[in-house]
């Protein structure tokens, strides 16, 4: 199941999946609605009679620097990249403890180990997106329920496509590896933390940067 706000944005990668001989169904939500987001969750789960993996990438950046960061951007970024999370797990861990098994993977951000200037509202919700992963690591561990976070450095996405050639420069510079990472270098980690493989590891965070915070 893929999820997004606008669900054209993901039939694309359905017809890969599809092509590929899996099977994908594409759900519109809007993450920033809890009750929905749920409600979504829950259907999920009921439709296929288990859920075994979750994956929360959704993300969105309202920068600025703390004195100007108005309440909204720190508010909308932590409804977001947050509180979408906390409200996804806590749905899906029933599901899961049923079966006594899952994986949950959040996609948290260098950032948020080690801030960044003009980012307080998003290296907050990454940061603590780290610490309730770990919580959850903790709470559920005995129940064959695993969480661990990933944690990218520059990736050549949407978001960062935004950014100028100056800073994309720039951030090369930090990067031992001299190059920005790709959506590959994610997924084949995510992969590896939702198969049978990685059945002993949980808790942890796991830095996908080419070395910048090394």
Not at 96 to 108: K, L, V
């Amino acid at each position: 199941m893929l999820v997004s706000r606008t669900a054209e944005h993901l039939q694309a990668l359905a017809e890969e999946i599809r092509s590929a001989g899996g099977h994908c169904d594409v759900e519109p939500c809007d993450v920033g609605d809890g009750d929905a987001l749920a409600a979504m969750v829950d259907r999920v789960a009921d439709t296929h009679e288990r859920l075994d993996i979750l994956v929360n990438n959704a993300g969105i950046n309202r920068d600025g620097l703390l004195l100007r960061m108005s309440d909204e951007d720190f508010d909308q970024v932590i409804q977001v990249n947050l509180r979408s999370a906390f409200v996804t797990c806590r749905a899906a861990a029933r599901p899961m403890m049923r079966n006594r098994y899952g994986r949950i993977i959040n996609i948290a951000s260098v950032t948020g180990i080690r801030g960044n200037p003009g980012q307080a509202n998003y290296a907050a919700a990454k940061a603590g997106m780290i610490g309730m992963t770990k919580t959850i690591a903790r709470e559920f561990a005995a129940k064959g329920i695993l969480a661990n976070v990933v944690a990218p450095g520059f990736i050549q996405t949407d978001m960062t496509d935004s950014l100028s050639d100056a800073i994309l420069e720039e951030a090369k510079k930090q990067i031992p590896a001299r190059r920005m990472g790709t959506p590959d270098d994610i997924a084949h980690l995510v992969a590896f933390l939702a198969s049978e493989e990685a059945g002993y590891i949980t808790g942890q965070v796991l830095v996908v940067d080419g070395g910048m915070t090394c």
